[in-house]
């Protein structure tokens, strides 16, 4: 027992903790468009195999699946360099009328002006 408690605290802390809108994109841009394109291409492997009838594959259409997961993993590392990066998340806005804005007034004037 204290050994799963160690592994899980391990894991909990070595991690980085992504944020929810971190994740969904990651989701969005990368794993849905990855997993269609494996069933897409699953679909048609097992048509051009003439369809799979027992629950054992063969050798040599192990070795086309091999070559589809490796083909789909190259135009995945080749369509992504061609994706423009996604806008930044956290980036500042500028809200009119906020404390945070400066904006020079009558006193820091007055102020700069006693400083030098």
Do not use: C, E
């Not at 794993?31 to 003439?50: E, F, K, R």
């Not at 192990?62 to 083909?71: E, G, Q």
């Amino acid at each position: 027992a204290i050994g799963i408690i160690f592994v899980f605290m391990w894991v909990r802390w070595s991690l980085p903790r992504f944020r929810f809108d971190q994740l969904m994109q990651l989701a969005w841009r990368a794993m849905i468009p990855i997993s269609l394109a494996l069933v897409v291409m699953t679909a048609i492997m097992v048509y051009w195999t003439g369809g799979v009838t027992t629950y054992r594959v063969g050798g040599r259409v192990a070795v086309y699946f091999l070559l589809m997961n490796v083909a789909i993993l190259i135009a995945t590392m080749i369509i992504s360099r061609l994706i423009p990066a996604p806008p930044p998340t956290n980036r500042r806005i500028r809200v009119v009328g906020s404390r945070f804005t400066k904006k020079k007034t009558v006193a820091m004037s007055a102020l700069a002006g006693q400083s030098h």
